[in-house]
């Protein structure tokens, strides 16, 4: 129930190309839905969230599609670049919850992308 | 923005020993804060949750008594690992949020430990 799902493990795109990584969700009490962008020896970085009342979330080049009936989403980089090469976290959590789950993250298995010049 | 500042960022140390780790929030009030552990390639892994002025709670499977959290206030969390072995060695990264409903998670940059 807790699991957030992850694909792919990793992703090889080319520079200018869309690179897309998917997650699944079991928890239908997950409100909160954020992606994550890890540079080696660094913590992560929030990069973009959406909450499940939009299908769409768009900031620059970064956009999250959001399928509530599917419970699924997807991280879309258009245009991708060779400093977008980093590891990509999914993530999600009951932003209402209290307690000691109050914030607390549930993340995916991560996607190492690689974007060549 | 709001930043999470994580001291040391690296650290070697001798089997048997104890490191403390500082987690700081260094321009809001962190009510509470979050510690992971991550592998190489690997996913992070949550250990515990403090929130300021009382103890923490431990994820199953993490020890307690090794992993020591104190959040002695609301802009620093503190993680001990105690009598540290080589299996200890691993990326931890702390996390902290403000009290209000919908804040953002915001991370700090990580330290490496390795224990020799």
């Known amino acids: 129930q807790q699991q957030v799902k992850q694909s792919p493990q990793s992703l090889i795109v080319q520079k200018g190309g869309i690179s897309i990584i998917n997650c699944a969700y079991e928890?239908?009490?997950?409100?909160?839905f954020p992606w994550y962008q890890q540079f080696p020896g660094k913590g992560p970085a929030l990069l973009i969230a959406?909450?499940?009342?939009?299908s769409e979330k768009k900031e620059g080049r970064f956009t999250i599609s959001f399928n509530k009936s599917a419970k699924q989403f997807s991280l879309h980089i258009m245009d991708s670049q060779p400093g977008d090469s980093a590891t990509y976290f999914c993530?999600?959590?009951?932003?209402?919850?209290?307690?000691?789950?109050?914030?607390?993250?549930?993340f995916g298995q991560g996607t190492i992308l690689t974007v060549h010049p | 923005g709001a930043v999470v500042s994580q001291h040391p960022s690296w650290v070697i140390c001798k089997s048997g020993t104890s490191v403390k780790i500082e987690c700081r929030s260094l321009?809001?009030?962190?009510?509470?804060m979050f510690w992971y552990r991550q592998f190489p390639k690997q996913s992070l892994m949550l250990m515990a949750t403090?929130?300021?002025?009382?103890?923490?709670?431990?994820e199953q499977g993490v020890e307690k008594d090794k992993f020591l959290i104190n959040h002695a206030s609301l802009t620093l969390s503190t993680l001990t690992v105690t009598s540290a072995h080589p299996e200890d060695s691993s990326f931890y990264i702390c996390s902290a949020i403000m009290g209000r409903r919908n804040s953002p998670l915001h991370f700090g940059n990580g330290t490496r430990l390795t224990v020799t």
């Open positions: 959406i909450r499940p009342d939009v």
């Open positions: 321009d809001f009030q962190a009510t509470t």
């Open positions: 928890n239908t009490a997950f409100d909160y």
């Open positions: 993530a999600a959590k009951r932003s209402g919850a209290g307690g000691t789950s109050y914030g607390k993250l549930t």
């Open positions: 403090s929130n300021e002025g009382s103890k923490a709670t431990y």
